[in-house]
């Protein structure tokens, strides 16, 4: 059984920082891609950046030079570096991991409320 658990969510101020965990098991993660979504207060699902199973990283463009992603294969672990935060960061994060194309796995999320 696939699970992925997310924990760093919390209340910070405006300019602040957080890093985000997202811990997985029942799979063999590092042949995964994972990846970082949000959804905010009446807002659909946004992918915030991916990484790839190179390495490689993608971000969204709301997000570029101030979020880092990257992922602990010995650790199983996946990780969100965010930084100069913003009101409009305010959402809850998931995780998510998958072989091909879209998510095959979600966590359950974890809240990120950012104060002006």
């Known amino acids: 059984q696939v699970q992925l658990v997310e924990s760093g969510g919390g209340l910070v101020q405006a300019g602040g920082s957080l890093r985000l965990s997202c811990a997985a098991s029942?799979?063999?993660?590092?042949?995964?891609?994972m990846g970082w979504y949000r959804q905010g207060p009446g807002k659909q699902r946004e992918s915030v950046g991916s990484i790839f199973v190179g390495g490689t990283t993608t971000y969204a463009d709301s997000v570029k030079g101030r979020f880092t992603i990257s992922r602990d294969n010995a650790k199983n672990t996946v990780y969100l570096q965010m930084n100069s935060l913003k009101p409009e960061d305010t959402a809850g994060y998931y995780c998510?991991?998958?072989?091909?194309?879209?998510?095959?796995?979600w966590g359950q999320g974890t809240q990120v409320t950012v104060s002006s």
């Open positions: 998510a991991a998958w072989k091909w194309g879209t998510p095959d796995y």
């Open positions: 029942g799979l063999i993660f590092s042949t995964n891609a």
